[in-house]
């Protein structure tokens, strides 16, 4: 409880605070009263940044979601390769945001990127471009390589949840003469809804609030398609020294963010009831 008081709760009661007050980080703040929070819904500028978060976590936890539970699928009926596979997938997780940044931003580098030269090797000159120069897919490449990082952390999940399931289970309808598909669609997915409900709000809650990929590849460009409220907090804080406006921005990202997560916990719960 100490702790929570101290490291949570006060942060948060303090951050309120100050988001109703003009406070630049020196000085004497003044109370302003919810003048920072109007800013906030009357310019375009932070609503962009808002639906821009909320169109990246979106793409991730779909993505992330549907690709580790593909690879955990394989990797269940492939058992003598499953502990390598899975060590393997769950490597990019645990590397700093700061090199998979970089490592990406590299791959992605219009005159000497690995995506390009790989394209221009098999004949697809014409799609080879500066895929973080350009304000229509920036957002979706970064995304990519968010996906990249955290799949193999959501197939782990997902693998937890198949040895959970009772071989007798999987027997049964083999001996019933269901194929692997009919298992997997009946069977497999309904007992891996536990798996689905702390996949699902575990990444929306990390993509949410994302900071890392956007700021070292991109600087919130091209002409703000990549600007997510995180990073319209750090810029309002360390560039324009604006903490009142910050703490506001931040406010605001909080409640959002538990918004989001109750709705997908009481939908996800109520649909694990129903299974």
């Known amino acids: 409880m100490i702790f929570l008081l101290v490291f949570f709760i006060y942060p948060i009661v303090r951050t309120v605070q100050m988001s109703l007050t003009d406070f630049t980080g020196v000085g004497d703040a003044t ?22 978060t909320i169109r990246f ?5 779909v993505v992330q979601t549907l690709a580790g539970l593909v690879m955990a699928a394989l990797l269940y009926r492939l058992p003598a390769i499953r502990n390598f596979s899975r060590a393997a997938l769950f490597t990019p997780a645990m590397m700093s945001f700061v090199v998979v940044g970089y490592v990406w931003q590299f791959i992605y580098s ?13 004949g697809l000159d014409f799609l080879a471009q500066g895929w973080l120069g350009n304000p ?4 979706y490449a970064i995304a990519i390589a968010h996906v990249w990082m955290f799949t193999g952390y959501t197939t782990a999940i997902f693998l937890a949840g198949y040895a959970a399931i009772s071989p007798e289970i ?10 692997s598909w009919q298992r997997f669609r009946f069977m497999e997915l309904p007992l891996l809804s536990r798996s689905f409900t702390i996949n699902i709000i575990l990444s929306t809650i990390g993509t949410l609030k994302t900071f890392e990929l956007p700021f ?4 919130g460009g091209p002409d703000g ?3 997510t409220l995180s990073l319209e907090i750090i810029y309002q804080l360390f560039r324009n020294f604006d903490f009142g406006f910050a703490s506001a921005l931040s406010a605001v990202m909080l409640v959002v963010i538990v918004v989001i997560a109750m709705l997908q916990n009481w939908y996800l719960r109520k649909r694990e009831d129903a299974v």
């Open 31 to 52: 109370f302003i009263g919810g003048e920072n929070y109007e800013r906030i819904f009357t310019r375009t500028d932070y609503l962009e940044a808002l639906w821009i």
């Open 57 to 61: 976590t979106f793409v991730v936890v």
């Open 110 to 122: 219009p005159f000497s990127g690995g995506l390009n030269a790989l394209l221009r090797s098999v």
């Open 136 to 139: 229509d897919i920036a957002l």
């Open 170 to 179: 999987d027997e049964a309808a083999r001996i019933d003469g269901a194929s």
């Open 216 to 219: 070292i590849m991109t600087r």
């Open 225 to 227: 398609a990549t600007q």
